[in-house]
């Protein structure tokens, strides 16, 4: 039986498609594929990465179009012609539109670097810095179209130590999300995670 085909959204660097690469390349997804990188900046690290890995790219330039809505038609056009059947948000910094959202509800996941609730949107790491908080974290959610308020899948407990800044706190929310988002992946395309309204199983 053919593994899942996935599409992965990102924006910049791309630690986090570089982790799901390795993972597939490593076997360890469940015969899973990632057949697309999906990219809003084509001169961006992550791009050099897919292509390092062998992956196919959309790239496209957000300004060259009349919306928002108008460049995700061409993708979700893109997604269907190849098949995907899991999209994969993985550091994309651009709202998703019901274009998107509505076809692939349930089946587009997301990596958050905080223990929503709390702390959604941008800059999450200095959120929960100036709150003081002692634990952070990450989360991986499916995409409702609201501001990272899907349905929970996991998260990961991150410590926030005495005198952390964000750039001390960076390199282990990263590496939790490193490691926690090829996991869940791997779940969804092993067919345990069960989706039922706010609640998901695994």
Not at 86 to 113: D, K
Not at 156 to 170: C, N, P
Request: glycine share 8%; charged share 25%; proline share 5%.
């Amino acid at each position: 039986m053919a593994g899942l085909r996935i599409a992965v959204f990102a924006s910049g660097q791309g630690t986090n498609f570089q982790s799901l690469a390795d993972a597939a390349q490593q076997e360890r997804l469940e015969g899973a594929s990632l057949e697309l990188l999906v990219c809003d900046k084509p001169e961006a690290p992550v791009v050099e990465r897919a292509r390092r890995a062998g992956i196919d790219t959309f790239l496209f330039r957000p300004k060259e179009y009349a919306s928002r809505e108008a460049y995700e038609e061409e993708i979700l056009a893109e997604l269907r012609r190849r098949g995907i059947e899991l999209i994969v948000l993985a550091g994309y910094m651009r709202i998703i539109t019901p274009v998107l959202v509505e076809p692939y509800y349930g089946r587009m996941i997301n990596v958050h670097p905080s223990l929503l609730p709390a702390f959604p949107g941008v800059g999450a790491m200095k959120q929960a810095l100036d709150y003081g908080v002692k634990v952070t974290g990450v989360t991986v959610h499916y995409v409702d179209g609201g501001l990272d308020s899907g349905p929970i899948i996991a998260q990961r407990a991150v410590e926030v130590l005495d005198g952390d800044t964000e750039a001390t706190l960076a390199p282990r929310v990263h590496a939790a999300e490193q490691e926690l988002l090829p996991w869940v992946v791997q779940r969804i395309a092993a067919g345990v995670v069960r989706l039922d309204g706010r609640k998901v199983m695994i």
